[in-house]
T-cell receptor
Framework: DGGITQSPKYLFRKEGQNVTLSCEQNLNHDAMYWYRQDPGQGLRLIYYSQIVNDFQKGDIAEGYSVSREKKESFPLTVTSAQKNPTAFYLC????????????????FGPGTRLTVL | GQQLNQSPQSMFIQEGEDVSMNCTSSSIFNTWLWYKQDPGEGPVLLIALYKAGELTSNGRLTAQFGITRKDSFLNISASIPSDVGIYFCAGQSPMGGSQGNLIFGKGTKLSVKP
């Protein structure tokens, strides 16, 4: 079945350590996104990528890094520079522009809950 | 920057009741999306709206794209216990670049009336 997978579901790290969250999709989507969700808040955009080997900062990119070496994969690294990394992280992807107006629709993975101790 | 105001923040439902929630924006959008999120899971797309005035249904859910392009409404008819969760609206600006990405409301949390 096609879909978006994120791993692991739960992640615990010590303060000061970098950690990488995985996001994979087999939907043949071009664009991929990373969001952060805090309790009682909407989703805030960290980074996005519209094509392979290209990505752009979102609204809260500081302390995070990404790569897009393959169309299917968009890993997010939470670095020690991120001051408050404990949160729920969501990855999403959207169809190619050739799919028409559904290009605007984003489909989400199950999320990774990161807790920094 | 652009902001979405989603209301109410939370509400209690009794089985069988109709539910309404809305989102308003300070600027126009060319797309409105409604998502539902269960605890500990990713949001699931419920309804997508692309045209001002558009009214779209998905089962017991009905959503409308406001005529002014600055608001959207979601109605749930005859609620059932599995409707519990957080509902998010999201809008897309007609502007390009990062500003063309989705902007999310803070969510409406539906809970069962005690």
């Amino acid at each position: 079945d096609g879909g978006i997978t994120q791993s692991p579901k739960y992640l615990f790290r010590k303060e000061g350590q970098n950690v990488t969250l995985s996001c994979e999709q087999n939907l043949n989507h071009d664009a991929m996104y990373w969001y952060r969700q805090d309790p009682g808040q909407g989703l805030r955009l960290i980074y996005y990528s519209q094509i392979v080997n290209d990505f752009q900062k979102g609204d809260i990119a500081e302390g995070y890094s990404v790569s897009r070496e393959k169309k299917e994969s968009f890993p997010l690294t939470v670095t020690s520079a991120q001051k408050n990394p404990t949160a729920f992280y969501l990855c999403a992807s959207s169809p190619p522009r050739t799919s028409g107006r559904s290009y605007n629709e984003q489909f989400f993975g199950p999320g990774t809950r990161l807790t920094v101790l | 920057g652009q902001q979405l105001n989603q209301s109410p923040q939370s509400m209690f439902i009794q089985e069988g009741e109709d539910v309404s929630m809305n989102c308003t924006s300070s600027s126009i959008f060319n797309t409105w999306l409604w998502y539902k999120q269960d605890p500990g899971e990713g949001p699931v797309l419920l309804i997508a709206l692309y045209k001002a005035g558009e009214l779209t249904s998905n089962g017991r859910l009905t959503a409308q794209f406001g005529i002014t392009r600055k608001d959207s409404f979601l109605n749930i008819s005859a609620s059932i216990p599995s409707d519990v969760g957080i509902y998010f609206c999201a809008g897309q600006s007609p502007m390009g670049g990062s500003q063309g990405n989705l902007i999310f409301g803070k969510g409406t949390k539906l809970s069962v009336k005690p």
